[in-house]
């Protein structure tokens, strides 16, 4: 059965002659279609999902500068690297499920999701004294009193949170193994519409403070998990979901050992951010600075969601174009997604540009902070156009399968030149959050032009050849219990 479904894999999709006798422009737009039919769905997933952490710190925002500089400390620095550790561990799942799906070893992906909810759940207790600690930990960390008091309170708010994205990341990738992504916008949807209203309801009728607010957020992060669970657990995947099992328990440190490996390029990757808020906080004007840059990583994290929606597009079409054995095909997807994600990026440069400190008001109203937000838009401009290129060829590279190589890139390039250089740019030299900003910016820049050269040098006829042995070795039947089964 493995070599048959191989050689089929193999014979899938028309052949590289075909293609070659299209037009420009049907090849172009049948490729756009292809692409928009995953990066929409992405996208709007990742705003609905996003838009929770954003609209929370808007009405905290409002309540006082010092709530809004501990809420961006909380869920910039230590959500984030609590939450990258876990979305990195949770990515194992999307391997094995596709590993599983693709064997059509079907029972075996609730096996995979259970036991993935195991080491997740074990991970996020170990991770439980960092929002414990939260105050004594800023305060290790050179952070303002009055704002590390409150970030310890708001902390605590954010455990919750943190277990709710165990199920959130685990369900969207072993349903996305089955192309049932459908559901996952729909609830996001929902529970976007239902965050707004209890917001206003709890913070600005009813006068519950920060309490509303993140209790609010809750709420929104669990509704779809309750969805999403309805919709397994009721018949949603009757051919993946067989019941919970003690199977689960069985063979649990291959899983740990690849949840701890495919965590590392993407760590890297949101922990950057989450350092130049570090950095901020140790400056004159602390306050002001982190609040006027929160709003800017927040803004710039909007953009990001469109990107890593194109990101998840870039894998999905270089992965399939390689799967078929289509080199052209492959370096096609590559030049249209690319193309397409840098002019959204580049219409966004121009508007916040022209609109520059107008936006901060929808998060603050601090006009010391809307004047450093204007200040900081030119920098915040550049580093959308930036992130309109980059993710989407780190997507190129997952699809091609190489992540230990982009893993390498993001520390040379992240934390051997980005970091030092705006610590020196913003202390030594004394440019404060501009200087630390720049110093990130030319460290995405050298990470970018790496992966340009990288995809540019890159022989694709030889990623077709990789590509197939790969598709040979995942059919098969992996994990021990599977084959017991089988027999």
């Known amino acids: 059965m493995p070599s048959d479904l191989y050689t089929k894999l193999l014979q899938a999709g028309p052949k590289e002659e075909a293609e070659g006798k299209e037009s420009l422009k049907q090849r172009l737009w049948t490729e756009t279609k292809k692409l928009w039919i995953v990066a929409g769905p992405a996208i709007f997933t990742r705003f609905s999902t996003f838009g929770i952490s954003v609209i929370s710190q808007a009405f905290i925002g409002h309540i006082g500068s010092t709530e809004l500089a501990a809420y961006a400390l909380?869920?910039?620095?230590?959500?984030?690297?609590?939450?990258?550790?876990?979305?990195?561990?949770?990515?194992?799942?999307?391997?094995?499920?596709?590993?599983?799906?693709?064997?059509?070893?079907?029972?075996?992906?609730?096996?995979?999701?259970?036991?993935?909810?195991?080491?997740?759940?074990?991970?996020?207790?170990?991770?439980?004294?960092?929002?414990?600690?939260?105050?004594?930990?800023?305060?290790?960390?050179?952070?303002a009193e009055?704002?590390?008091?409150?970030?310890?309170?708001?902390s605590l708010w954010f455990i919750p949170v943190t277990f709710s994205n165990i199920f959130s990341y685990t369900f969207q990738m072993y349903l996305q193994a089955q192309s049932k992504n459908s559901v996952i916008a729909y609830l996001a949807a929902a529970s976007l519409a239902i965050h707004v209203f209890l917001s206003w309801l709890l913070t600005v009728k009813l006068q519950l403070g920060v309490g509303g607010a993140m209790a609010s957020m809750i709420l929104a992060f669990w509704i779809p998990n309750f969805g999403q669970m309805a919709f397994v657990l009721c018949g949603g995947c009757p051919e993946t979901w067989k019941g919970f099992s003690v199977a689960a328990f069985k063979d649990l440190f291959p899983v740990v050992k690849l949840s701890l490996s495919s965590?590392?390029?993407?760590?890297?990757?949101?922990?950057?951010?989450?350092?130049?808020?570090?950095?901020?906080?140790?400056?004159k004007d602390a306050e002001v600075a982190i609040d006027a840059l929160s709003i800017c990583l927040n803004i710039n994290g909007w953009?990001?969601?469109?990107?890593f929606g194109f990101l998840a597009a870039a894998s999905v079409r270089i992965s399939n174009e390689l799967g078929r054995g289509s080199a052209k095909a492959a370096k096609f997807a590559v030049v249209v997604t690319v193309a397409t994600s840098l002019l959204i990026g580049s219409v966004l440069f121009v508007m916040f540009l022209l609109f520059r400190g107008r936006v901060a008001y929808i998060f603050t109203e601090s006009p010391e902070v809307a004047r450093a937000v204007a200040y900081l838009s030119p920098l915040l401009a550049f580093s959308i156009l930036l992130n309109s290129v980059q993710p989407v060829l780190s997507g190129v590279a997952v699809g091609a399968g190489w992540q230990s190589v982009v893993a390498y890139v993001n520390i040379s390039?992240?934390?051997?030149?980005g970091i030092p250089l705006g610590a020196v740019l913003g202390y030594a030299i004394g440019?404060?959050?501009?200087?630390?900003?720049?110093g990130m910016l030319v460290g995405t820049l050298?990470?970018?032009?790496?992966?340009?050269?990288?995809?540019?040098?890159?022989?694709?006829?030889?990623?077709?050849?990789?590509?197939?042995?790969?598709?040979?070795?995942?059919?098969?039947?992996?994990?021990?219990?599977?084959?017991?089964?089988?027999?």
């Open 74 to 143: 909380v869920s910039t620095v230590l959500f984030r690297f609590c939450n990258g550790i876990l979305l990195g561990m949770s990515s194992a799942l999307e391997t094995l499920c596709g590993q599983a799906y693709g064997a059509r070893q079907h029972h075996m992906l609730g096996i995979y999701l259970q036991r993935s909810w195991i080491v997740l759940i074990l991970s996020a207790v170990l991770l439980l004294p960092i929002y414990i600690f939260t105050t004594p930990l800023l305060l290790l960390l050179g952070q």
């Open 146 to 154: 009055a704002v590390a008091a409150v970030a310890g309170t708001i």
């Open 263 to 283: 965590g590392v390029m993407l760590c890297l990757e949101l922990w950057y951010n989450t350092i130049l808020v570090l950095l901020t906080g140790h400056m």
């Open 303 to 307: 953009e990001m969601m469109i990107s």
């Open 413 to 417: 390039c992240y934390y051997l030149i």
């Open 431 to 438: 440019l404060h959050v501009t200087g630390v900003w720049i």
């Open 446 to 487: 050298a990470q970018t032009v790496v992966l340009v050269l990288i995809t540019w040098r890159t022989d694709w006829d030889k990623q077709v050849d990789l590509a197939a042995s790969r598709v040979k070795k995942w059919v098969l039947p992996g994990d021990e219990s599977s084959r017991n089964q089988q027999a």
